[in-house]
């Protein structure tokens, strides 16, 4: 690989002479499309929040979770990239890595920014056909899913992310994005974006048809259900697996077919 300029999602300029090799990813989702690229023999170090593929936290250095890294730990892995992103790590957490070697920071809002990551990774790692085949396939899906979806009636939603204080997915963020996907009207979606919730109010924000309730990264129970039907009154109450509507990468393949089996039941 010749000396080669690229440029990450947040614009910086990086430079490099050779495909790096020894890589740490602070993203769960895309510590799972590093693996889907056919890079795990690369990847030396993840958080504790990298669960896909499964084997990994017992063969991978954990450096720490998304929030709170140890640096010694990564600076003792001899690192010759971090893969961060720019929701799930800090500014702060960015700013103490690029001291250690560089830092590569995507920032994934939108589908098309999906995209944008896989053929940035493939030039990055030299694994351009293996990100081509995964752009690919992943295209294939979507359009075979706006298919499915174009004729379903649009739906009123909150998306529930937390608890104490009550928070939902607001406007600006990839859940956001594929709730728009599957014809889901976000009541929260001119709130900023993670607005705080109060649950007396939320007939009057938009009394939404469909309350779902995440998986991550609050782990939402039937006593938050309960609590939350009390002031919903006709809204269903849907437990939804929040790494299909959160994590992006290569997880959107398995995302697509997951909304396909929620629409049939709702």
Known sequence: MKQKTLTDQLGIFHSFETSPKRI??????QTELLYDLGLEDRIIGITKFCVNPYHFKSVKKIVGGTKKVHYEKIR???????????????????EELRKICTVWVTDIITIEDNFQMITDFGQLFNCRTEAQKWNDKLAFALSDFKNF?????????????????????GSNNFINELLRLNHFHNIYENKGRYPEIEL??????????????????????EEE??????????????????????????RLLKAFEYFKKMHLKL
Not at 77 to 93: A, G, S
Not at 149 to 169: E, G, L
Not at 225 to 250: L, N
């Open 200 to 221: 007396k109010k939320i007939r009057l924000e938009g009394d939404p048809d469909l309350v779902f309730l995440s998986s991550e990264p609050f782990p939402f129970k």
């Open 24 to 29: 740490i990813s602070l993203v769960p989702s």
């Open 225 to 250: 259900a309960f609590e939350i039907g009390r002031f919903t009154h006709h809204a269903k109450t849907v437990f939804v697996d929040g790494e299909m509507f959160s994590w992006h990468g290569s």
């Open 76 to 94: 003792l892995l001899q690192p010759d990239i971090i893969i961060c992103n720019k929701e799930e790590n800090t500014q702060e957490i960015v």
């Open 149 to 169: 979806i174009k004729d379903k009636p649009a739906k009123k939603v909150a998306y529930f992310i937390w608890k104490d204080p009550f928070m939902a997915a």
